[in-house]
């Protein structure tokens, strides 16, 4: 059973940063597409990042309009561990944030925004003051 689980939430003011972790518990996934998503009640969930885990393109990394140039994603895979990097937050960043990845790597690339992913972990919050 495959499970996904973030770290790294918590409260910050605006300008601040804050690095998020998502560990598998599989290794050697090979290429899989991992993302990380954003909800906040009420309002859809929003597609932040994306990484190809076995990619090495720079298409096979992609960021939503909200937050290029401030949110980095990276991977360990060497520990099966994903990261966002979260910079110059900012209040409209506050929601709880989830990672997810899906073995369709496909959903990777294309400017894809699909939400549809299949394994998801169990979210950790971000809030961002003014």
């Known amino acids: 059973h495959w499970q996904l689980v973030e770290s790294g939430g918590g409260s910050v003011q605006a300008g601040g940063s804050l690095r998020l972790s998502c560990a598998s518990s599989?290794?050697?996934?090979?290429?899989?597409?991992m993302g990380w998503f954003r909800q906040v009640p009420g309002k859809e969930r929003e597609r932040v990042a994306s990484?190809?885990?076995?990619?090495?393109?720079?298409?096979?990394?992609n960021y939503a309009d909200s937050v290029k140039a401030r949110f980095t994603i990276s991977k360990d895979k060497s520990k099966e561990i994903w990261y966002l990097q979260l910079n110059s937050l900012k209040p409209e960043d506050t929601a709880m944030y989830y990672c997810a990845a899906d073995f369709d790597w496909r959903k990777c690339y294309s400017g894809s925004t699909t939400t549809a992913f299949g394994i998801w972990g169990q979210g950790t919050q971000v809030t961002v003051s003014s």
């Open positions: 990484i190809d885990n076995d990619g090495s393109s720079p298409d096979s990394i």
């Open positions: 599989r290794d050697g996934l090979g290429s899989v597409c």
